[in-house]
């Protein structure tokens, strides 16, 4: 093996399958990546159903297409053996022996394959990574072998230029880029450099990589030779091959791109990588797992008990990890991270609902992060809304790196039609959502800072939108809100929807308080706030009035109406469940008929009584999951995870422990069917949050810390670490007890009150608090 692998399998993801319509799915799967840039698990020599995939975050472009779209960049470890004349591929030899592990704990894949022509076999073994440690630095090593002769070989590495964006659910492919230039550098040769520019923007996408020979230990020179095209710069060597002999090569690689560098792009590929080559690979991957064992030290999570989730909770953790930014790049998280171009790489409301609380507890200046993302855009949102009709600041439903509204007209449906796309004009949730993300972060945090420099502008400008939105119906004396679509997007133009209006009411309410908060402890910083937006204390006074008068449809036993009008669609439910415990489409209703039956398609009022859990009574939750569940489809990777911590909520163990697996088996298992498409991070993020909201119990009911855990009858133990207010608490699950202590912290004054099991403790440093059950 080219490096020692992770001992414990429940650190590694294998697969050994080699079917060509498989193949989408592992590459899926298999993906590394660093936040700066994302790498699709392909097979090195490239196969014909295979999709590489090397996306730069951040880096978008439009070309051709209806809407910009996260560009797939050259292709940077593309490797090419042949022995005897004959390419050693998938597509082209037979594989008698095929296998690849991902090593979660390291963020590296390793692979071996033996490849047989005629009666000679050949071994290929490779391992790669992308570093966390130096975000433009990525290495990988290869091997080949032959098992049953002397033979006459020819290897190349090549950066590839070729690649194009598959033109995914509507378009046809497009090359987002330009190869501007393909040549060898250095004194002998032995490195080359291809760079290129995207269409629209013209950002500069710089790779250079250096093929070492020197492990191979070939005597001969004569054999080398660049390998320069329009399209293409890479290295190659050939050279005989004795019987038995393992010959290894590694490849050393840089990355940049104008975003960082608005010059010398080049000047820094090389000197990255000249860095890279004389510290070697085994230096780069110790500082690159190091890197790794400090977020999986604040990130990971412990199950005693459960052998399977153990490891699958970790590979949820593992992608999101993989797809977390550098805090120095102006960047947030799209809906299928680095891993893949469906949703063109938008960044949607799943980022500050399912995927933030992660990283506000575990990474919170990974969290901060996505949350200046939408404040460097506020702008542009403001733009948005005026276009609208509104006033503040309405964030588009899909945005992209210029902050401006990238949704597409069309896209395709679950039966493969084409149908036209409302959400931007109408899911405008979106934007209570995003202050409900700057809400937990400040909550968690503390970070006054970040709100009073940033956060309350977003706050204020978003309750001023809400102010606009609603209409005044003055035969019942309230305010509602029409013509929207909430999270059940079966429903495309509803009145109140539920979910939406309880958001909006919360929204103007928090703003008020927040305004109010700010006059008596920063009455100047609110003061030039005010004047920069044009805010007065009457318009403040006026979003109070307004929330009170929302209307809330609900029935006087507790029972939400979705949306007005809602109970008197046709009632079709849920009868049956699929060998994985989904939904089985109940028969008789086709997509178009959908929309007029009370059929949902991902948690609504179910994911309002997650979010707002402390303002429902159980009863209320019980009656509402009660109902709801008989008629939610699941057809997003969105919603199990609410549905999940509701059940905990409601003490229904099981069914909370039944939709935990389903969620955590999302793209392990493919239970979409559409995980080559790339990873779903509202699911990776859900996990989590049924981990840490539901298991562990987490809640922050004003700014303070409780936790009230329920450990599964599975586990013996359930241990995870989070940040609240600068401070690093470990929270350790068995059958008998509960224990907490801090870690370490950053607070000027360490300590806080702490509620476990609703009874109220102090926390302080070198203290742990032990309850028992």
Not at 203 to 218: H, N, S
Not at 595 to 614: R, W
Not at 672 to 679: E, F, P, S
Not at 748 to 772: A, C, H, W
Request: hydrophobic residues 40%; contains cysteine.
């Amino acid at each position: 093996m080219l490096l020692r692998l992770s001992s414990d399998e429940g650190w590694t993801i294998s697969g050994d399958s080699i079917e060509t319509a498989r193949m989408g799915f592992w590459e899926t799967v298999f993906t590394l990546g660093n936040g700066y840039l994302g790498s699709r698990g392909i097979l090195e020599e490239g196969c014909e159903k295979g999709c590489a995939g090397t996306y730069f975050a951040g880096v978008y472009d439009r070309g051709a297409g209806q809407s910009y779209e996260l560009v797939n960049a050259p292709n940077p470890v593309r490797v090419e053996i042949c022995a005897g004349g004959r390419k050693l591929s998938v597509d082209d030899m037979e594989v008698v022996e095929h296998h690849r592990i991902l090593d979660l704990k390291k963020a590296a894949l390793w692979r071996r394959t033996v490849f047989k022509d005629g009666d000679k076999r050949y071994e290929y073994e490779s391992v790669r990574f992308f570093s966390l440690s130096d975000m433009h630095a990525g290495a990988m090593a290869f091997s080949f072998r032959s098992l049953d002769g002397d033979v006459q070989v020819i290897v190349r590495h090549i950066i590839d230029g070729t690649t194009e964006n598959a033109g995914q659910a509507v378009g046809s492919p497009i090359k987002h880029y330009a190869v501007t230039r393909a040549e060898a550098f250095e004194a002998g040769g032995e490195a080359v450099y291809l760079e290129a520019k995207t269409n629209d923007y013209g950002i500069a996408l710089g790779i250079a990589a250096a093929l070492d020979m020197k492990a191979a230990r070939l005597k001969a020179r004569a054999g080398w030779q660049n390998l320069m095209g329009k399209d293409y710069a890479g290295r190659q060597c050939a050279f005989k091959a004795g019987k038995g002999k393992k010959y290894r090569f590694d490849v050393y690689l840089s990355l940049y791109t104008s975003r960082e560098k608005k010059q010398g792009v080049k000047e820094a590929c090389l000197d990255e990588l000249r860095t890279a080559g004389r510290r070697g690979f085994a230096y780069l991957f110790k500082k690159h797992v190091h890197a790794w064992e400090n977020r999986w030290r604040h990130s990971g999570v412990e199950i005693e008990g459960d052998s399977f989730l153990q490891k699958a909770v970790r590979f949820n953790i593992y992608h999101l990890l993989a797809a977390a930014p550098p805090a120095d790049i102006d960047v947030s998280v799209g809906a299928k991270t680095l891993s893949g171009e469906w949703y063109k790489g938008h960044v949607f409301w799943d980022t500050e609902i399912f995927v933030l609380p992660l990283f506000v507890f575990t990474q919170p200046e990974v969290a901060k992060n996505f949350l200046l993302y939408r404040y460097r855009r506020l702008p542009q949102a403001r733009e948005g809304t005026r276009a609208q009709g509104y006033r503040g600041a309405l964030w588009p439903w899909e945005s992209a790196a210029g902050g401006r509204d990238e949704t597409p007209q069309t896209w395709v449906n679950f039966d493969g039609t084409v149908i036209p796309v409302h959400t931007s004009k109408r899911e405008h949730h979106i934007a209570g959502d995003i202050v409900y993300g700057i809400s937990l972060y400040h909550r968690a945090t503390a970070d006054d800072d970040f709100m009073w420099r940033y956060g309350a502008e977003m706050v204020f400008e978003t309750a001023r939108f809400w102010a606009s939105r609603v209409s005044y119906d003055r035969t019942g004396e309230c305010y509602e809100i029409k013509g929207v679509i909430g999270p059940n997007e079966f429903q495309e133009c509803v009145d109140n929807n539920s979910y939406t209006n309880a958001l909006a009411r919360w929204v103007l309410r928090y703003a008020a308080d927040l305004y109010y908060r700010l006059q008596k402890s920063r009455p100047r910083r609110l003061d030039f706030i005010a004047k920069k937006i044009g805010l007065s204390g009457s318009e403040v006074d006026a979003w109070r009035e307004t929330a009170e008068r929302i209307v809330f449809l609900v029935s006087p036993d507790g029972l939400i109406e979705e949306f007005e009008g809602y109970f008197k669609k046709k009632d079709v439910t849920i009868t049956e469940l699929d060998k994985n415990g989904m939904p089985v489409w109940p028969a008789g209703v086709s997509l178009a008929e959908v929309k007029e039956t009370q059929l949902v398609k991902q948690a609504d009022v179910i994911l309002l009584l997650q979010l707002f859990s402390g303002e429902f009574s159980p009863d209320v939750k019980k009656i509402n999951f009660d109902y709801y569940i008989k008629r939610t489809t699941h057809k997003s990777s969105l919603s199990l995870s609410s549905h999940a911590i509701i059940a905990l909520e409601l003490g229904d163990e099981k069914r909370a422990y039944d939709y935990f697996i389903q969620a955590a088996k999302t793209d392990l298992v493919d239970l979409y069917g559409n995980t080559d498409l790339g990873i779903h991070a509202a699911a990776l993020g859900g996990v989590w949050q049924i981990i840490g909201y539901g298991f562990a119990g987490i809640a922050l009911p004003d700014g303070m810390l409780k936790v009230n855990p329920v450990l599964p009858r599975q586990w013996r133990r359930l241990a995870l670490r989070l940040w609240f207010k600068k401070t690093l608490v470990e929270l350790a699950v068995t059958k008998d007890t509960t224990k907490v202590f801090i870690v370490k912290t950053k607070a000027r004054n360490p300590g806080f009150d702490i509620e476990i099991y609703g009874k109220k403790y102090f926390l302080g440093p070198g203290e742990e608090i032990i309850v028992k059950r």
